[in-house]
Structures are given as structure tokens and as C-alpha cells.
T-cell receptor
């Protein structure tokens, strides 16, 4: 059965710290991996990764994928209280009929304290 | 990234009634997914909608309860029919664009009394 596992489940840091969130997967016919930030209602798209070793970066956030070891990390540097959220990792496989639906991990709850 | 709007943003409904949620995207998208997220739980896929074809429903969800329309590549609706308190949830549309990036609408918070 396809699965996506995120760690840690929750994390408390202080402003200015750097955090690394992990996402490992066991998915048949991997196509892409996506990261989202969820604060109140809706997840906000962060990155989509399809190739190993190519870092994607947006401001203080960056992410990289390792297709050999089947994991991805999301790094946040110089954390701010506004980074407090649930971070979701999702994997999309090839095939699966018309849907190619995302398989979500359970998320990492990040709390950044002032 | 796509700009997505959902209406209504929230509603309080009586059991036995129906509510239609609208999702509008500012660009054409290939596929539209509908999710719900109940308090403290992860996202659950309800169905996938392609333009011009019947929606594909996930296990545990049926068309009579959650009819979906997708009349064009920028708009879709989800109806929650014959509501019960168990349907209280946040409902989210999620379009996938031509680059295969998938986004989420702002959500509709539904409370059924």
C-alpha cells in the first residue's frame, strides 16, 4: 500500500532557529512530491519536486528530493512566528486511472515561539 | 499560481437541507478535486471532476450525496445533499494546472445543526 510518512509529528522552536522537516514515501510509480503549508483552512502550495538533487527555493524556505532514498526535506531558515503551521507533504503517482490523486502524509505541526 | 475563490466561505445549515459550494479559478485547469477536512483530521478526497465527464468518487462517497458539476475548465460546484451534523467540515476545491501543480481554494466551513 502506498504511504507517505512525515517526521517529526510536531516541533517547537524559537524565532531565528532553522528547522528541517522530513517526508519519506513508499509509492509505486512515483511522479512528483508536493509541499504545502496549512494555517487556518486551506493548504497553501509551496513546492513541487520531480527530480532528485535539484533544490527548490523560495525566500527562507527550500526543499530537495532524493528519489533513490525515497525522501524529501523542507528547510526553513531564520524561522518567524508566522511560520507556525502544519506542513503537509503529498506524493503523486503515475497511473491510477484518471485521477492520479495525491497521497498525503499526516503533517508536521510547527510552532515557532517568540 | 492560480487564484481560486470559493463561495460561500462559511455557512450554518439545518439538517435535511442541501448546500451548493462554488469554486472559481482564474485560469483553465486540467482537473478539479474536491476534499473535505473534518476537525483535527487530514484531508479526505471526495471526488475528481473532469470537464464533460462524470465525476469519479472515492470509496465512501456517492453521487447522490455529493453531486458535482464541472461545466467548463474554470468552474465547478459541489453540493452537499440532505445534510446531517456529520457533514460539518471544511470543504475545499483543489485545481490541478497544466504544469501539474495542485492548489487549494480558501475553503468553505460548513456547520450543520
Amino acid at each position: 500500500e502506498d504511504k507517505v510518512v512525515q517526521s517529526p509529528l510536531s516541533l517547537v522552536v524559537h524565532e531565528g532557529d532553522t528547522v528541517t522537516l522530513n517526508c519519506s514515501y513508499e509509492v509505486t510509480n512515483f511522479r512528483s512530491l508536493l509541499w504545502y503549508k496549512q494555517e487556518k483552512k486551506a493548504p497553501t502550495f509551496l513546492f513541487m519536486l520531480t527530480s532528485s538533487g535539484i533544490e527548490k527555493k523560495s525566500g527562507r524556505l527550500s526543499s530537495i528530493l532524493d528519489k533513490k532514498e525515497l525522501f524529501s526535506i523542507l528547510n526553513i531558515t531564520a524561522t518567524q512566528t508566522g511560520d507556525s503551521a502544519i506542513y503537509l507533504c503529498a506524493v503523486r503517482p503515475f497511473g491510477g486511472g484518471a485521477t492520479n490523486k495525491l497521497i498525503f502524509g499526516t503533517g508536521t505541526l510547527l510552532a515557532v515561539q517568540p | 499560481s492560480a487564484v481560486i475563490s470559493q463561495k460561500p466561505s462559511r455557512d450554518i445549515c439545518q439538517r435535511g437541507t442541501s448546500l451548493t459550494i462554488q469554486c472559481q479559478v482564474d485560469s483553465q485547469v486540467t482537473m478539479m478535486f474536491w476534499y473535505r477536512q473534518q476537525p483535527g483530521q487530514s484531508l479526505t478526497l471526495i471526488a475528481t471532476a473532469n470537464q464533460g465527464s462524470e465525476a469519479t468518487y472515492e470509496s465512501g462517497f456517492v453521487i447522490d450525496k455529493f453531486p458535482i458539476s464541472r461545466p467548463n475548465l474554470t468552474f465547478s460546484t459541489l453540493t452537499v445533499s440532505n445534510m446531517s451534523p456529520e457533514d460539518s467540515s471544511i470543504y475545499l476545491c483543489s485545481p490541478r494546472d497544466r504544469d501539474n501543480e495542485q492548489f487549494f481554494g480558501p475553503g468553505t466551513r460548513l456547520t450543520v445543526l
